[in-house]
């Protein structure tokens, strides 16, 4: 499968704890986006890559929340002190090296639940 | 705030053609129309994309009006597995800060037998 691949598919965290998801983009992919979806909404954009570089982040990635993408390959995801308001699924997507081509892959997500 | 507003939900019987309306009426003329779905607890599908002309792939067509103020994305012969949310977006068809794409709550399309 070259598909976009996140790990975990499913994490249950204490509030409090740090949790860190792991996004694996398709292999040619430049650009690499993360979203958020809660139940019953549409994903809302968090912040994208292009290579190594972060480029724009959502004013929804609060002081809490850091992404990095170390060598413009896969990408993390971390969240620290966890609130009950984080749960949601954690989505990433990452799209062609084209300069005319902008469609987004997604992966499966990360299912986060704080209890 | 998304640009485009979508019907809540729709039904569409198996076998039949499925019409998915979308208006996007401050469109600019630079902003390309994207079509996604989401099958329930998966992540969204990229379908289809135009800018002004009608375009048509593997999985779906999408007609855009004259005007650019609305499209529709119609799946030929519709089965049980297009049971989906179907978003309907426009962005720019450039890297521009603050462009990404911008979900709405989509279409509920119930596909029934």
Known sequence: DTGVSQDPRHKITKRGQNVTFRCDPISEHNRLYWYRQTLGQGPEFLTYFQNEAQLEKSRLLSDRFSAERPKGSFSTLEIQRTEQGDSAMYLCASSPRSASSYEQYFGPGTRLTVT | ?113
């Open chain 2, 1 to 113: 705030d998304a640009k485009t507003t979508q019907p809540t939900s729709m039904d569409c019987a198996e076998g039949r053609a499925a019409n998915l309306p979308c208006n996007h009426s401050t469109i600019s003329g630079n902003e390309y129309v994207y079509w996604y779905r989401q099958i329930h607890s998966q992540g969204p599908q990229y379908i289809i994309h135009g800018l002004k002309n009608n375009e048509t792939n593997e999985m779906a067509s999408l007609i855009i009006t004259e005007d650019r103020k609305s499209s529709t994305l119609i799946l030929p012969h519709a089965t049980l597995r297009d049971t989906a949310v179907y978003y309907c977006i426009v962005r720019v068809g450039y890297d521009n800060y603050g462009q990404n794409f911008v979900f709405g709550p989509g279409t509920r399309l119930s596909v029934l037998p």
